[in-house]
């Protein structure tokens, strides 16, 4: 349980599909979430992200974990990259070897949007005209009171990766 | 009076200008909430962030309502975006 899970530097695909491993496995979902040009309508030129990276590895690996538990597949490995990332960079993958396609795409999804709404990752997007500013979010706080949490945990999410 | 560190991330950090606050408080701030009060009066720029930011000591999120982590630093975690 040792592998990377948070990345400094630009993230290669092909070492997490593990192709050579996993027999038993017909179906291999993959979700590379990859740095867009725009967002709600201005145009992005970089961005950036960081973290607190001892919660946020926690939480991916416990992401990884309880996904393979709950969709019973053998191999789910995820990958968030950090740093300066320009258009086109891949921001995550997911890799999910399951048996059959249904769970390996449940899963991969599933397991994506864990990551996102509850790993302390931040994106700064730097726009055209020089300024900058943090995507709003999702808050992760777990004590919220009924009222406060229905309208802040449960925003509409209008990014997606 | 001894001094609380709070590690400040994302459009908090940017807010306040660095990357830490902090701020002194007595022997009566007892909770993660008394805490964040202190900190509000003293930081009044931060004190509407607060509110969605989740609390974390080391690598655990702590509540509102848990004692004052015994290294007294907490990390603020604003709402979070990645992917």
Known sequence: MSHEVLSHTPVAVEPLLELDAHPECGGLALFVGTVRDHHEGRQVRHLKYTAHEPLAAKVIRDVEHATRERYGVPYVRIVHRLGDLSIGDVAIACVVRAPHRAEAFDACRYAVDAVKHGAPIWKEEFYADGSSAFVEGCCIRDDLDAPAATSHRHHSHTSHG | ?83
Do not use: H, W, Y
Request: net charge negative; hydrophobic share 45%.
């Open chain 2, 1 to 83: 009076m001894k001094p609380i560190v709070f590690e400040l991330f994302a459009n908090l950090e940017r807010l306040a200008g660095a990357a830490e606050c902090r701020v002194d408080a007595g022997e009566e701030t007892v909770t993660v909430a008394d805490a964040l009060a202190v900190l509000a009066r003293q930081r009044p720029e931060l004190a509407g962030s607060l509110e969605r930011c989740a609390c974390v000591s080391g690598d655990t999120i702590v509540r509102r309502a848990d004692p004052l982590p015994a290294d007294r630093r907490i990390a603020l975690l604003p709402p979070v975006a990645g992917g």
